[in-house]
Nanobody, 123 residues
Framework: QRSLVESGGGSVQAGGSLTLSCAIS????????LGWFRQAPGKEQEVVAQ????????KYADSVQGRFTISQDSAKKTLYLQMNSLKPEDTAMYYC????????????????RGQGTQVTVSS
């Protein structure tokens, strides 16, 4: 049984930084996709960063490009999201997720996700 647990969220002022962590336990497949998505009240879920294990490529949403960095420590089975230059519009619940295909990260039936960690950015 695979499980993901996020941590590192909190409240920060605009321009500040946070690093989210996602501890992954259970079986993992190196060719799978690992990613972070967020959901703000009244808005759709948005994948902000992903790492495609099948080709080693990372991808970022335009809204966070240049400010967020996804990384992983395979030995520790931990996924990270470094968030810099945070903006009030980054306020959301952040989730890590894994799926066989990056296109499935937002599909609960085909992905595994954590419970989320709240990020609040004040102006």
């Amino acid at each position: 049984q695979r499980s993901l647990v996020e941590s590192g969220g909190g409240s920060v002022q605009a321009g500040g930084s946070l690093t989210l962590s996602c501890a992954i336990s259970g079986s993992t497949v190196t060719t799978w996709c690992l990613g972070w998505f967020r959901q703000a009240p009244g808005k759709e879920q948005e994948v902000v960063a992903q790492f495609d294990g099948s080709d080693g490529l990372t991808k970022y949403a335009d809204s966070v490009q240049g400010r967020f960095t996804i990384s992983q420590d395979s030995a520790k089975k931990t996924l990270y999201l470094q968030m810099n230059s945070l903006k009030p519009e980054d306020t959301a619940m952040y989730y890590c997720a894994t799926a066989a295909d990056c296109g499935w990260l937002l599909l609960p039936r085909y992905s595994t996700r954590g419970q989320g960690t709240q990020v609040t950015v004040s102006s």
